[in-house]
């Protein structure tokens, strides 16, 4: 059974929310990582995996790109996409990404932003992202940092009496697979990988690995948001990008 | 000025005896990692970066190698390496790696086995790896994990009152740099830098990245050495091990 916390409706109101403040850690850490580690979007063929409301799916048509396809889980993500970010050049379906089976359908890059973490089988995933890249395409994505999702238990800042971070737990780091947490709902579902098994999973499945990212906030966040919550992506990254290319 | 603890009289008594017990994470954890990462020996010419005692390079020429060179900073493990691991097929150097000056001479193999985070300028190593390297020449190196290295404090295990160990302290990843501990003496100097420095400095100058290794123990040394010690290594990596090649 695939996770579909979205169409919670306490989730969703809560993350909707979140989302359109415009004042989050994907505004100001992970977006600009992923969006700076794409080469172009000039005529580029997209498909986004987790596409969520669209803006990312609108913001590559508005950056040139000849056609998005987003895929989300949530029927309350994709009607919010095709109400908000429309576009004649933008395919919305609401399908789980493990269930997406498109026949002679390729594209030159596939985005995945935050997504990959509530995928149970991340090696099947790799085959399928494989199976509809053109030659030479690109995979670009971001998932949860493996010093985030290792430990098992929640909380993982440790605080002085005074409510003062001291430190980040880490644990269980090489025990892959489910982690649960309480994100605005309980029971939220993700799955913990080692570094190494993102990384390798690509290369043995025929991808290089063109650029790590381990973002932490841009300035504008910093001036914006709480800066301590920022500062702590120098602490410990929260997210990780990886860019990787289809070997031909 | 480079470090050289290797030649502390202290120092060297104390690791020696380490080593020669036969029964440390560089037995168990860090040497079968690295050894695993080799495709072939056969007919290689190696260059063995921080060589120590030798070991290493007379296990290159008992498994097939064509020639070992091996470098290293302290004379006292370059005169233990000549009595104790000598071949006329292994020529040893005692120079520090930065000042390594080789003129005409390429390898098919470049191997450095703990000695990276002794190295102050990553990048000028890996250029200087590159122009040691044969067309398709790869180049193998373990280094301590930046989980491990990144908090600048000591003694990063979080323990309670009767001694069991919590979780590991991580803090301060993203600020790269030294990091100073006592290890036999005072003062030990290492360097910290996060996963995507290692990984992305490789790419930049003209690597693949062919396999990431996070190493746990051996089967053997969950039976020899403390298993308490080595099942910490599923809390968390110690050792990073990285296999690239140079781009042709």
Redesign the interface.
């Known amino acids: 059974m695939k996770q579909n916390i979205y169409d919670n409706p306490i989730f969703f109101k809560e993350y909707i929310s979140l989302r359109e403040s415009g004042v989050t850690f994907n505004d100001f850490v992970e977006q600009p990582a992923i969006k700076s580690a794409i080469s172009t979007l000039k005529e580029k063929s997209i498909l986004d995996l987790g596409c969520g409301t669209g803006h990312f799916a609108k913001y590559c048509i508005e950056n040139g790109a000849s056609k998005v396809m987003g895929v989300d889980i949530s029927r309350n993500m994709i009607e919010q996409a095709k109400k908000e970010n429309g576009h004649e050049k933008i395919e919305y379906i609401c399908t789980p990404i493990e269930d997406l089976e498109l026949h002679n359908q390729k594209f030159e890059l596939i985005i995945s932003s935050l997504a990959i973490h509530y995928i149970e089988d991340y090696s099947k995933l790799i085959v399928k992202v494989r199976s509809l890249l053109n030659k030479n395409g690109e995979f670009i994505f971001s998932t949860e940092h493996p010093?985030v999702t290792?430990?098992k238990e929640m909380n993982?800042w440790?605080k002085d009496g005074s409510g003062n971070k001291?430190?980040?737990?880490?644990?269980?780091?090489?025990?892959e697979g489910k982690r649960e947490e309480h994100w605005y709902i309980d029971g939220v579902i993700k799955y913990h990988r080692?570094?190494?098994t993102l990384?390798?999973t690509l290369?043995d499945n025929g991808f290089?690995?063109?650029?790590?990212?381990?973002p932490?906030s841009i300035p504008s966040g910093l001036e914006q948001m709480s800066k301590l919550e920022l500062i702590n992506?120098?602490?410990?990254?929260s997210f990780?990008v990886i860019k990787s290319s289809k070997l031909s």
């Open positions: 010093i290792a430990r993982n440790v001291l430190h980040w737990a880490l644990d269980d780091y090489q025990e080692t570094i190494s990384i390798n290369i290089i690995v063109e650029k790590i990212i381990e932490q992506e120098e602490r410990r990254p990780i």
